[in-house]
């Protein structure tokens, strides 16, 4: 069973820094395209940024400047750098690797002063 373990959320205040970062089990996930989505209270889930395995990205506009992903396949690890935070980025965010099923638990990521 593919298993993921999101974290690096936590409390912030605006315009600081959070790195988070999620490592699925099995080294299959290499071989994805990796997404991170994130999803506010009250609000469907929103897609943030994508890496695919030779590490192309793309990020939404709402972040686009301010959030980077990356990933280290060696590590198994995919990440995602965010600088300039601001209250609208309060929300749990995922990790998933693209036209899978699944999803990890999330990780909260809380903007306020």
């Known amino acids: 069973q593919v298993q993921f373990v999101e974290s690096g959320g936590g409390l912030v205040q605006p315009g600081g820094s959070l790195r988070l970062s999620c490592a699925p089990s099995?080294?299959?996930?290499?071989?994805?395209?990796m997404g991170w989505y994130r999803q506010a209270p009250g609000k469907q889930r929103q897609w943030v940024a994508t890496?695919?395995?030779?590490?192309?990205?793309t990020t939404a506009d709402s972040v686009k400047g301010r959030f980077t992903i990356s990933r280290d396949n060696a590590k198994n690890t995919v990440y995602l750098q965010m600088n300039s935070l601001k209250p609208d980025d309060t929300a749990v965010y995922y990790c998933n690797p693209i036209g899978t099923p699944y999803w990890g638990p999330g990780t909260q990521v809380t903007v306020s002063s």
């Open positions: 099995g080294s299959f996930f290499r071989l994805y395209t």
């Open positions: 890496i695919t395995s030779s590490g192309t990205t």
